[in-house]
C-alpha cells in the first residue's frame, strides 16, 4: 500500500508545469469562512495577488490557490477525488459549489446538519458559526425550530449534549443559551478540582515534612470531598 504522502492530489493539470514563484504562503490572502469572508470576494482577492506578482499561467495558478485555503477548507480539498481538478476553470466552479453565496438550498442544509464543534472551541463561538450558515438558508426553506435543536445538540461534544438535551428547551436560542451555562459550569467544576488537588497534595506533603503519622481520617474526608466534586451531581 502506498504511503499517504505519496498519493495523487486533487490537482492534476497537463504538462508543461512551470515553476512556482517564491514562498506563495506569505503574499496570497486567506481564507475560512469561519471569519465571515465570502468566497466571491476571497477569489477577487486572490486574482488580484496573483496579478501584482506577474503570474499568467494556468498551471501555476490552479496549483497555488490551496495554499490559500484554511480550517475546514482544507479539509474539503484534500476530501476531493484524485486529479478531478484539472484547469482553473473546475477549480473555481467546485470551491464556489461549496463555499458561494450561491451554494444550492440541499448543500446549505447538508452542511448544516454535519456542522460539529471543532476540538476545545468555545461554544460562544461554535454558536456564531452555526448561526451564520443557518442564515444562509432562506426563511421558507429554514429547518424546523426542533429539527434546528436537534442538529446543534448533536453538534455540541457528549459532555455539553447530554445536559442541554436533559433541560428540554424547546428553541434554538434556549439551547444555545443552556449550552453556554452548562460550559461555564463545567469550566468552573473543573477549575475547583484542580485546586482542590492541589490542596490535597499540598496537605500530604505537609505531614511528611513533618514526619508525623498522617491522619487517616483527615485524608479520607479530604478524598472524599474531591470525589463529590468529579460526580458533577449540581449539575443534574
Known amino acids: 500500500m502506498a504511503d499517504p504522502w505519496t498519493r495523487p492530489?486533487?490537482?492534476?493539470?497537463?504538462?508543461p508545469l512551470h515553476a512556482l514563484p517564491d514562498a506563495p504562503e506569505k503574499w496570497l490572502p486567506k481564507f475560512n469562512p469561519d471569519d465571515g469572508m465570502q468566497a466571491e470576494e476571497h477569489i477577487n482577492n486572490f486574482m488580484l495577488s496573483v496579478n501584482l506578482q506577474g503570474v499568467t499561467e494556468q498551471d501555476v495558478v490552479v496549483r497555488i490557490f490551496p495554499y490559500t485555503l484554511?480550517?475546514?477548507v482544507g479539509s474539503w480539498y484534500f476530501s476531493l477525488p484524485s486529479g478531478s481538478i484539472t484547469s482553473w476553470a473546475t477549480f473555481q466552479?467546485?470551491?464556489l459549489t461549496k463555499y458561494g453565496d450561491d451554494r444550492s438550498l440541499a448543500t446549505l442544509i447538508n452542511d448544516l446538519s454535519n456542522l460539529r464543534i471543532e476540538?476545545?472551541?468555545p461554544i460562544k463561538e461554535f454558536n456564531a458559526r452555526f448561526n451564520k450558515l443557518l442564515n444562509k438558508i432562506p426563511m421558507d426553506s429554514k429547518p424546523s425550530e426542533k429539527i434546528r435543536s436537534e442538529w446543534y445538540i448533536t453538534a455540541l461534544?457528549?459532555?455539553i449534549a447530554i445536559f442541554v438535551d436533559r433541560a428540554g428547551k424547546p428553541t434554538l436560542a434556549e439551547n444555545?443559551?443552556?449550552a453556554l451555562a452548562v460550559e461555564k459550569r463545567i469550566n468552573a467544576l473543573e477549575k475547583k478540582a484542580v485546586l482542590e488537588e492541589r490542596k490535597s497534595k499540598f496537605f500530604l506533603l505537609k505531614m511528611i515534612q513533618r514526619r508525623k503519622p498522617p491522619n487517616i481520617h483527615m485524608i479520607w474526608r479530604v478524598y472524599k470531598r474531591s470525589s463529590r466534586l468529579c460526580k458533577m451531581k449540581w449539575l443534574k
Request: charged share 25%; proline share 9%; hydrophobic share 30%.
Open 157 to 159: 461534544p457528549a459532555n
Open 9 to 15: 492530489g486533487a490537482v492534476n493539470m497537463p504538462a
Open 70 to 72: 484554511q480550517g475546514s
Open 93 to 95: 466552479e467546485q470551491f
Open 176 to 178: 444555545m443559551k443552556e
Open 119 to 121: 476540538h476545545r472551541e
